[in-house]
């Protein structure tokens, strides 16, 4: 499966972003689907993550009550919605399938797209 990430841009500290993440080559209802961002200087981290339906939902401490991840199987979209932005979620985010429901285990990336956050 392909994915490719967009949405990013630049947003001041208090705003927000949907990010969005399409899929091409297979169906991602096959797959649950996750978000991670790696900071300047940083390893990349977990941020969201989906199950196969959208039934099951988890996050980073860091994200939670202001991230929520959700999916359209049916336009093969997976998305993460970012309120409440802050400086320190500054990072290139990126979207991965797995056949694993998890915050770890991924198998295809996308390549990421840029979000900045101004104070």
């Known amino acids: 499966v392909q994915l490719q990430a967009s949405g990013g841009g630049l947003v001041q500290a208090g705003g927000y972003l949907r990010l969005s993440c399409a899929a091409s080559?297979?169906?991602?209802?096959?797959?649950?689907m996750g978000w991670f961002r790696q900071a300047p200087g940083k390893e990349r981290e977990f941020a969201a993550a989906?199950?196969?339906?959208?039934?099951?939902?988890k996050y980073a401490d860091s994200v939670k009550g202001r991230f929520t991840i959700s999916r359209d199987n049916a336009k093969n979209t997976v998305y993460l919605q970012m309120n409440s932005l802050k400086p320190e979620d500054t990072a290139v985010y990126y979207c991965a399938a797995s056949t694993i429901y998890s915050s770890a285990w991924y198998d295809y990336w996308g390549q990421g797209t840029e979000v900045t956050v101004s104070s």
């Open positions: 989906i199950s196969w339906s959208g039934g099951s939902t």
């Open positions: 080559g297979r169906t991602i209802s096959n797959y649950a």
